[in-house]
């Protein structure tokens, strides 16, 4: 099966700049996650879907994230305004259900504010 | 919330020789661990994981242990080869609760040929 895709793979932006990711799971996948990867640290959840629905964002920047999943499939995560602390790697990841053991990440796209 | 330590947070070996990467939860809740191992440039890959109701489990050249009682897991990587050279990370978390993984700081493996 196709895994995560995730694009782009690569982004420079200035604070205060805007910018995107987008992600597509594995097909059939209902539940989405996107990760923050700081440098030399684990990934921490942002944000989880069920289907097209958020079921946890305690850990989301909401003055400065959003994400959405439409139609249960394709997400986006974005930021706006960005600042030199959200310099990281953005993961995307997806299971087949939230009771699913283990889940499959996307390669990323590493974020730079500078 | 659950934390998840591990240690050490970089590790060199030979060729050839035994790896061991150990980590600690808090939360006596979670029942299930996972260990991802993630190359330069690449999303993690999930490895092997464990289950409370299992003290042990191997695949191959690599086991994972699971102690409920200290709130320890550990994985071992027997017969290390250059491709083994990857950060590893641990996660724990409470299936059921939304799958939500909460990881350790990720453990710098380095095998010299």
């Known amino acids: 099966e196709a895994g995560v895709a995730q694009s782009p793979r690569y982004k420079i932006i200035e604070k205060r700049q805007s910018v995107a990711f987008w992600c597509n799971p594995i097909s059939g996948h209902a539940t989405l996650y996107w990760y923050q990867q700081i440098l030399g640290q684990g990934p921490k959840l942002l944000i989880q879907f069920q289907n097209n629905g958020v079921v946890d964002d305690s850990q989301l920047p909401k003055d400065r994230f959003s994400a959405e999943r439409l139609k249960g499939v394709d997400s986006t995560l974005k930021i706006q305004p960005a600042k030199l602390e959200d310099s990281a790697v953005y993961l995307c990841a997806s299971s087949h259900t939230s009771l699913a053991y283990g889940y499959t990440f996307g390669s990323g796209t590493r974020l730079t504010v500078v | 919330g659950e934390n998840v330590e591990q240690h050490p947070s970089t590790l060199s070996v030979q060729e050839g020789d035994s790896a061991v990467i150990k980590c600690t939860y808090s939360d006596s809740a979670s029942n299930y661990f996972p260990w991802y191992k993630q190359e330069l440039g690449k999303g993690p890959q999930l490895i092997i994981d464990?289950?409370?109701?299992?003290g042990e489990k191997k695949d191959q050249r690599i086991a994972v242990t699971l102690n409920k009682t200290a709130k320890h897991f550990s994985l071992h990587i027997t017969e290390t080869q250059p491709e083994d050279s990857a950060v590893y990370f641990c996660a724990a978390s409470l299936i059921g609760n939304f799958n939500k993984f909460y990881f350790g700081s990720g453990t710098k493996l380095n095998v010299k040929p």
């Open positions: 464990i289950r409370s109701n299992v």
